[in-house]
Each structure stands twice: as structure tokens, then as C-alpha cells.
């Protein structure tokens, strides 16, 4: 009886290798034949996957999104109030540049492509606007001072964490030092609210 093949799992792995290329080496590390020897598989069996090299970067670009969603929705799984779940989030995206090495370079890696692909960036654009919206849900429903600018202020942190996330993975910062900064600027704008912790910094914005 001929073995049953999971293709969704067998895509993925093929999608997997092209990531690791792509922080490893760049978008110019990627061919069919440089994913194929990563994935330990055929260029026969990539191809009859992915039309070509484009397909296989768009499809790379859904998984690297729909992976860096995961590590934000586990992150904020205990979080207690939207003070504390903005914190989380915040705090997921910095250490990205511990836990999420291989997404945070491909992102980058992704970026050049998404300027000159419509479909790539149009994910991205996607993407962005709905982590900024959230984020700005947050900090209104955080008691932010009247005067805060919750959409300019979700932008600033939005940012702010992405920036920070790259220093981490630089060794620039630890990820508590980076915390410390998240903590700094949350106290800013949310200046009588208290966030939990559960992450690796044990600092909470009101200290």
C-alpha cells in the first residue's frame, strides 16, 4: 500500500528551508536547487510545489508572518488587562531577537522584496496596519493620559520594540535592558497603570 504523503507538512518543510536561506544567505541565497538541498528533497519535489522561485518567496512570506503571530499570541496567553497584554506584546516583539532568530533575518531579508513585489507588499502593509491598530486599542483601553495620541503612540512603540528587537539579536542588549527601555516609554503614557510581568524582565511600568 503506497505510503500517505502530508503535503501541507511536506510544503512546509520545503517553505522552512527557504527561511533559514534567507537569513542565513539573503534573498539571493534562494534557488529552487539551494531550498531543495536544504529541505534534503528533490528539485523535482520543490517544483511540483511551487511554481518558482517567486511563488515559493510569497508562500515563505505568509508562513514567516503567520509564525511571528504565534510567538505574540503565546506571549500575551496570561496576560491580565490591556495594560499588561500591550506590555506582552512589546515585549514578545524584543525578543524576537532571541527566540525568533530565523523569522527576525528573513523578515528583514523580505523587506527589499516587498518594495518592488505588490503581493508581498501588500502582506506587509497588511500585516502592520493590524499589529498598529491593536496596539492602539491598547493603549486607549490602558488609561493613557488625555492627551495621548493612541494611534501615533502605537506607531512609536510598534517601532520602538522592532528597533529593539534588532539590538537584542546584535548582542547590543540583553532582553531585560531592553525591557527596562519598553518600561521607560510605557510609563510615559500610561503613567498611574501597573503591567504584570511574565516575561524575562520582572520589572513592572509603574517601578
Known amino acids: ?92 516583539i524584543v525578543e ?5 532568530v530565523v523569522p527576525l533575518l528573513a523578515g528583514h531579508a523580505f523587506v527589499s522584496m516587498a518594495v518592488a513585489d505588490p503581493e508581498i507588499r501588500a502582506l506587509y502593509r497588511a500585516g502592520g496596519d493590524a499589529v498598529n491598530r491593536e496596539i492602539a ?7 493613557a493620559a488625555p492627551d495621548v495620541d493612541a494611534g501615533a503612540e502605537a506607531h512609536a512603540l510598534l517601532g520602538l520594540a522592532r528597533g529593539l528587537a534588532d539590538g537584542v539579536l546584535l548582542g547590543e542588549l540583553g532582553v531585560d535592558d531592553a525591557a527596562a527601555i519598553v518600561d521607560h516609554h510605557l510609563r510615559r503614557i500610561l503613567p498611574e497603570v501597573a503591567t504584570g510581568s511574565g516575561t524575562p524582565s520582572s520589572r513592572r511600568v509603574s517601578e
Open 96 to 100: 524576537l531577537g532571541v527566540t525568533a
Open 137 to 143: 486599542a491598547l493603549v486607549a483601553a490602558s488609561g
Open 1 to 92: 500500500m503506497p505510503k500517505k504523503v502530508d503535503h501541507a507538512a511536506r510544503r512546509e518543510e520545503i517553505v522552512q528551508a527557504a527561511l533559514r536561506l534567507c537569513a542565513r544567505d539573503g534573498l539571493a541565497g534562494v534557488t529552487i536547487g539551494q531550498v531543495a538541498q536544504e529541505a534534503g528533497v528533490s528539485k523535482g519535489l520543490v517544483q511540483h510545489y511551487f511554481a518558482g522561485k517567486a511563488d515559493l518567496l510569497r508562500a515563505s512570506a505568509q508562513i514567516l508572518r503567520a509564525e511571528i503571530e504565534r510567538h505574540v499570541r503565546e506571549a500575551v496567553r496570561d496576560a491580565r488587562g490591556p495594560a499588561d497584554t500591550l506590555r506582552c506584546v512589546l515585549i514578545a
